[in-house]
């Protein structure tokens, strides 16, 4: 069954600072890659995706993130981050063409920005 | 353009009542699905309604149901709720949820005492 592994629940990270956030798929072959956030009290907005082509991709609010198929590995990168961008983050992963199971989670990662 | 919209955003039950949830989805949005998010399990994808059919279904029991309408607004029910039923629950719009790019709801948080 596909699985997707978030190794870090928290990471605690200064504003200002660069971010990277791991995520690591476990799959029979390469599914479509998603980033969603979720700010507190709130649904999940999509951050980026990836399909196919140039495995890095640019989502909103500054966030990139690099598909690498060697490592099953979708990371979630922003350069600066902004106290705003505290939340909790969540890589997904779909069938490619579409799943009876729709939309597989990790377990999420709380970014925290200290000051 | 109006996003996600779900009713009611949170609501107290007891065990062995049952609850309906409402979602509205974007504009021209055929498809809905819905997932339940606790912090011991996650997210975990519920079903997905195309219009006005079923297209997909998770791991959940039978007490967990939902239909869609004709234009496209989908409910989802649980009966007999047990404790372990209390979560966010999360509809999601989409006009091909096969892609994955789903546009969230903020959720009806469901407590059940």
């Known amino acids: 069954a596909q699985s997707v592994t978030q190794p870090d629940i928290h990471i605690t990270v200064s504003e200002g600072a660069s971010l990277e956030l791991r995520c690591n798929y476990s799959?029979?072959?390469?599914?479509?890659l998603f980033w969603y956030v979720q700010s507190p009290g709130q649904g999940l907005q999509l951050l980026l995706k990836y399909f196919s082509g140039d495995t890095l991709v640019q989502g909103i609010k500054g966030f990139e993130a690099e598909f690498k198929r060697s490592q099953s590995s979708f990371n979630l990168r922003k350069p600066s981050v902004h106290w705003s961008d505290a939340a909790e983050y969540f890589c997904a992963v779909i069938l490619t063409g579409g799943g009876a199971d729709g939309l597989t989670f990790g377990k999420g990662t709380h970014l925290i920005i200290q000051p | 353009k109006a996003g996600v919209t779900q009713t009611p955003r949170y609501l107290i039950k007891t065990r062995g009542q049952q609850v309906t949830l409402s979602c509205s989805p974007i504009?021209?949005?055929?498809?809905v699905s819905w997932y339940q998010q606790t912090p011991g399990q996650g997210l975990q994808f519920l079903f997905e309604y195309f219009s006005e059919t079923q297209r997909n279904k998770g791991n959940f029991p039978g007490r967990f149901s939902g239909r869609q309408f004709s234009n496209s607004r989908s409910e989802m029910n649980v009966s007999t709720l047990e404790l372990g039923d209390s979560a966010l629950y999360l509809c999601a719009s989409s006009q091909d949820s096969n892609t994955g790019e789903l546009f969230f709801g903020e959720g009806s948080r469901l407590t059940v005492l």
């Open positions: 799959y029979g072959a390469t599914p479509y």
């Open positions: 504009s021209g949005h055929r498809s």
